[in-house]
Structure formats: structure tokens, C-alpha cells
């Protein structure tokens, strides 16, 4: 039936083309208004691509035409992220790489280069989550998270925005978080992480200005991906509370009492690409339903220490590491 729309092409048609045709057939002012996809012609990088986030946000600008390099240090869950676009006839590689190692930033751009051609879309999204009561937060642990969250942003963004400069257009974003605008319990490595990547953004569109090429920054809330997961078990773990229990009261401290979900942070992501967006600079979208916190909570209330004495030890880590 697909081929038969397209009798001379003797050939499967590609989803873009059936889109494309629904488009056409679609348009109410005119029989052959065609929505042109903003992105065509365009390379995009994502980090941490292969789950999640990074996943939803490398679909996302596939769906607006944009060749995507999807980059992690797990092969298999890029593989088959990049297969699955691929299957929808939307261009996408995979490419491993853990982003707080120079080498394997500098190879893995040289690959996304030669495979996109040019690169004009990096989204910095690879992250780890990780958290103790300040005094037991380890320096192997701060290290660490820091190394993930901030430096591996540094390391990317510098590998490819000097041919962003060149081409005079590019569009750099930043997936940080609400612990990157607000302090909480138990979460000070990543909310430090967090925050350096704000800064990061903040001068690096000082330099940025009337470049051609944006950088800025969504901040989400609780997220409903595999990180939220594991810190939820982790939590239930260290507090012998039920996983179920956890879930519902992190829900309760979302406006909305629900979890963001991966599609609306790809969303907030999305804002910052259009031309359009030219004057959008070195800015925060924050991602949280309303993000205003309700007058019976206290600052800094999470939902592993609801009920816990103040000094509980370890009592976990705030999922994602403090959206809270
Ligand atoms: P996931 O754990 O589901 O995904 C994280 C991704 O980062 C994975 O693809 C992981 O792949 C990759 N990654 C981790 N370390 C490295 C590394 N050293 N080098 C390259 N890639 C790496 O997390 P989310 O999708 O939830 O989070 C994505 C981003 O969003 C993170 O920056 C997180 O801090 C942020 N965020 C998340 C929120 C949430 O509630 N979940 C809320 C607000 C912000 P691999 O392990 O294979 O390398």
C-alpha cells in the first residue's frame, strides 16, 4: 500500500515522504503548503543519547530533518536509539564516547564531523546523579560527578564550537536541571555540577554574542527516565521504604503531581533551535509545570528524608539528585 503511493519509485517510501504527502494533503489554506522542516541540512550531536533525555531529544530533532550523532559510553543503547531512526528513514549514527575523557571527546568529534559533514547542533545532555549529606560527600564522588556533569560539557562544547564560529550558526544546549538554580539536602555534588553548568553557559554567551551561535540551558524537574528509577530503588533501599511509596510522594512534590516527562524536556530543547531563536542567549527554560513550591513545604524538603531524623546517615540520594 505505501509503495503504491509512490508507483514509479519501485521502492518502500520513506517515513518523511508519507509525512510529507500527509502535509500536503492536510493543508487548509493551501493544496500545496508543505511545512518545511526547520532542521534539514543540519548535524546534531547529542550526549548521553542513547536513553532518556538524550533519546528524546535526538528524535525530536530528527523529526525536524537534523542528521543526529548520538554519543555515550554504552554502545548498545546508542546502537539501537540510532537503528530506530534510521528505520524511520531519518539519519542517525552512533558513536561511543565518554565525555570526561579528552581523547575520547576529540575522536569522537573528528567521527561526528566526518559523519554529519559539519556539526551545527550539540546538546550537552550525558549525566550522572549522585548524593550523600555534605560531610560524607567523598571527593571521589564530587570528582566524579563534577567530571560527568560540568567538565564533560566543557570538553564537548570546546571540541565543536570553533566550526560552529566558522559557519556563523549554532545552537548549544544545556541539559541541566532545577538543582542547577536551587540548593537541597543531601545533593551537593550535583547540585554544584549543576550549577557550573549554568555558569559555564552564562560566559560562554558573553563571547557568544553576535556570533551566529546561542548557547542556553533547560532545567527540568523529576524527570520519569532510568536515572529517577534507580535513585527511586536506591532511596527504598536505604530506607526500607516501599519503591511505589517513594514514586508517589516524589510525585506529590512536582507541581502537577506527576513526573516531567522525556518529550516535554525534548520540547524545551527544541525552543532554543529556530532561527528564530537567534536572540534567545545565554537563557534558562525551566522544565517543572509550575515550579512553585507549595507553602506547607519547607525548603529543601525531599522525599527521602520525609519522616527521617535530620542527621539520618545516607539516607539516600534525591532522585536525579535533587529536582526537589
Ligand atoms: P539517564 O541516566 O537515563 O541517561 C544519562 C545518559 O548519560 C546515558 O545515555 C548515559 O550513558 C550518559 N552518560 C553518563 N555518563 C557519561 C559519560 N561519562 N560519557 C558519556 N555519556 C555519559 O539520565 P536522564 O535521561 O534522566 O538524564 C539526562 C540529563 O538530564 C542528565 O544530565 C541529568 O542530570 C539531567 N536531568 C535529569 C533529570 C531527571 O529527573 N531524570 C532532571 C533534571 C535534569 P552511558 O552510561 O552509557 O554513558
Known sequence: MLAGLYPRAGRLVKY????????????????????????????????????????????????????VVLTARTGKEIEWVAEGLELEGRPAHAVVCDVTDPESVSAMALRAQEL???VDILVNNAGIAESAPFLKV?????ESVIRVNATGAL???????????????????????????????????????????LGMARCLAR?????????NSVCPGYVDTLMTGKNIEWIALKTNRDVEEIRATIKTLQPGDRLITTDEVAHAVMTFMPDAAASLQGGELVVWGGGVRRPEEKPGDSPETEGEPEDAPDAGRAPEGGAD
Open 16 to 67: 518523511d515522504e508519507v509525512e510529507h504527502l500527509g502535509e500536503r494533503l492536510n493543508a487548509k489554506t493551501s493544496r500545496f503548503a508543505v511545512r518545511r522542516r526547520t532542521l534539514a541540512g543540519k548535524g546534531a550531536v547529542v550526549t548521553g543519547g542513547g536513553r532518556g533525555i538524550g533519546a528524546a531529544v535526538a528524535e525530536a530533532l530528527a523529526a525536524e530533518g537534523a542528521a
Open 138 to 142: 567523598s571527593l571521589e564522588q564530587w
Open 207 to 215: 563571547e557568544l554574542a553576535g556570533t551566529g551561535v546561542t548557547v
Open 155 to 197: 570538553l564537548v562544547t570546546q571540541a565543536f564550537l570553533p566550526e560552529m564560529l566558522a559557519r556563523q550558526w549554532g545552537r548549544i544546549v544545556n541539559v541541566a536541571s532545577v538543582a542547577g538554580l536551587e540548593g537541597a539536602r543531601y545533593v551537593t555534588a550535583y547540585t554544584a555540577s549543576k550549577h557550573a553548568l
Open 116 to 118: 554529519l559533514g559539519g
